[in-house]
């Protein structure tokens, strides 16, 4: 069985970055295709990016191309998702799932980022 | 605003069959992409709950069961229990935006 644990709660400044990591066990990391999806307060859930640490590439949601990066440490196996010019819209509960044949089967319990002056 | 749309909430009583549509395009469910469904509880993390057709994984009860037609979807919960009470989410891929889209979420309410 496959656990995803992510770093602790963020509160962050308007315009600073945040970088949330997701850290893997079970399973075979290098099989792992790994997605980062947001929940605003309230709201339903929105995809952001996927990795694929072994190939090293990452595809991002037009919505935050150029200000989210994806990247994969495979000797800690640890995904990484860094968002940058935060904003009050940007306050959410971030997930890290793994992803294979279009859906997202095990995620992590959820790092919330709180972004206020 | 959601690229996928679903009823905002549901409710039944127990032992009552509901079902929570999903409304896509053309461009997401229309063009013959998996419609896959996800079960969040209270203040918990999502949880995939039917993947493509009718695939649940281990431990989801055949209680739970899906449909598609044209450029909709529908989870169906028969034998409602008190433990179904959770938001679902259904999610599929969209070709014009090249990218994974979700519903806003449903709901579900065991009265």
């Known amino acids: 069985q496959v656990q995803l644990l992510q770093s602790g709660a963020e509160v962050k400044k308007p315009g600073s970055s945040v970088k949330v990591s997701c850290k893997a066990s079970g399973g075979t990391f290098s099989t792992f295709a790994i997605s980062w999806v947001r929940q605003a307060p309230g709201q339903g859930l929105e995809w952001m990016g996927t990795?694929?640490?072994?190939?090293?590439?990452?595809n991002y949601a037009r919505n935050f191309q150029g200000r989210v990066t994806i990247t994969a440490d495979e000797s800690a196996k640890t995904v990484y998702m860094e968002v940058s010019s935060l904003r009050s819209e940007d306050t959410a509960v971030y997930y890290c799932?793994?992803?294979?044949?279009?859906?997202?089967?095990?995620w992590g319990q959820g790092t919330l980022v709180t972004v206020s002056s | 605003q959601s690229v996928l749309t679903q009823p905002p909430s549901v409710s039944g009583a127990p032992g009552q069959r509901v079902s929570i549509s999903c409304t896509g395009s053309s461009s997401n469910i229309g063009a013959g992409y998996d419609v896959h469904w996800y079960q969040q509880l209270p203040g918990t993390a999502p949880k995939l709950l039917i993947y493509?057709?009718?695939n649940r994984p281990s431990g989801v009860p055949d209680r739970f069961s899906v449909s598609k037609s044209d450029t909709s979807a529908s989870l169906a919960i028969t034998g409602l229990q008190a433990e179904d009470e959770a938001h679902y989410h259904c999610?599929?891929?969209?070709?014009?935006?090249?990218?994974?889209?979700f519903g806003g979420g449903t709901k579900l309410t065991v009265l």
């Open positions: 799932a793994t992803f294979s044949n279009g859906h997202f089967d095990f």
């Open positions: 990795t694929i640490p072994v190939l090293r590439t990452s």
């Open positions: 999610q599929s891929y969209d070709g014009s935006l090249s990218g994974r889209v």
């Open positions: 493509g057709n009718n």
